[in-house]
């Protein structure tokens, strides 16, 4: 009788060190520009222009540099009011509208929810030059409260989208025995709706917080000192001059590292509420 050949599948071990391998892999290629910049600012301006290696004498003559030309606790408060005020604001509109397209659709529901959608898809630009005069002429520029109205309208569709799929995975026999029992509709959502979905209503306010904080478009358009946050103190680090790199390197290390922190700090948080309602 021939011998029986069977095919080499690799085994579960083998595939799962593999997918660990590729894993590690991917996150390295994507870490390493922020590796990059992190090593970056710790050399001299010549070093980061001449001398492209890993391996140097670090100095945090670029740090005080960037210290010394601007205050960046400043930049960095206005980051944090602006980043978590345009998001507290936010939900505070989101949550109500989020809870009238879940549990009290109309014909309409669809298409203003595809609405708000669209309107992401609108250049900034576009919209630039009339809220800028409108902003310049009720005394909004380089306020703190510009910002704050301005990320919010800019998040304000993703959060409402957000929130409605979580609200749209709640049963509906949980609020209507609430009712039954006699709770009035704000006693429903404070009571049943919002304690139910926390985790969604976490991750959307942590998505919130991280799109608010990396804005750059309207903070470089609309702030010009009083209220800049941490994109404007990177951007005034690029000069006709030229790039300087290692303070560029360093001011980007400075901006990123809170919200990095922040992140890393919430990241359980952020997929518990990313997978809420995938399991039944």
């Known amino acids: 009788m021939r011998a029986r050949h069977t095919p080499l599948v690799p085994s579960v071990g083998a595939r799962r060190i593999w997918l660990t391998l590729l894993g590690w892999g991917i996150a390295l290629f994507i870490f390493f520009p922020i590796l990059w910049m992190v090593l970056t600012g710790f050399k001299s301006e010549a070093e980061a222009i001449a001398d492209p290696s890993l391996i140097f004498t670090p100095t945090l003559e670029s740090y005080v540099a960037v210290q010394a030309r601007a205050d960046y606790f400043k930049f960095a408060m206005n980051s944090v009011v602006v980043a978590f005020g345009s998001t507290l604001l936010a939900l505070l509109i989101a949550i109500p509208s989020a809870y009238a397209m879940a549990f009290l659709p109309t014909k309409r529901t669809k298409g203003t929810l595809l609405w708000m959608l669209s309107t992401k898809m609108l250049p900034p630009v576009g919209v630039l030059v009339p809220i800028y005069l409108l902003f310049r002429d009720v005394g909004l520029l380089d306020t703190r409260t510009g910002l704050v109205i301005v990320y919010t309208l800019m998040n304000l569709p993703i959060v409402v ?61 609309l702030t010009s000192s009083s209220a800049a946050p941490l994109t404007a103190y990177i951007a005034s680090f690029s000069s006709p001059e030229g790039l300087f790199w290692a303070k560029l390197s360093a001011a980007s290390t400075m901006a990123i590292a809170p919200i990095l922190v922040f992140g890393w700090l919430t990241q359980k948080q952020m997929v518990r509420g990313l997978t809420f309602g995938a399991v039944k």
């Not at 209507?176 to 006693?187: P, V, Y």
């Not at 709706?193 to 903070?219: M, Q, R, Y």
């Open 161 to 221: 989208w957000m929130l409605y799929t979580f609200f749209k995975d709640l049963p509906r026999d949980i609020l209507e025995a609430g009712r039954m029992d006699g709770a009035s509709t704000l006693q429903e959502v404070l009571y049943l709706l919002l304690p139910l979905t926390l985790p969604g209503i976490a991750s959307t306010g942590l998505l919130s917080v991280i799109l608010s904080w990396n804005e750059a478009f309207w903070s470089l358009n």
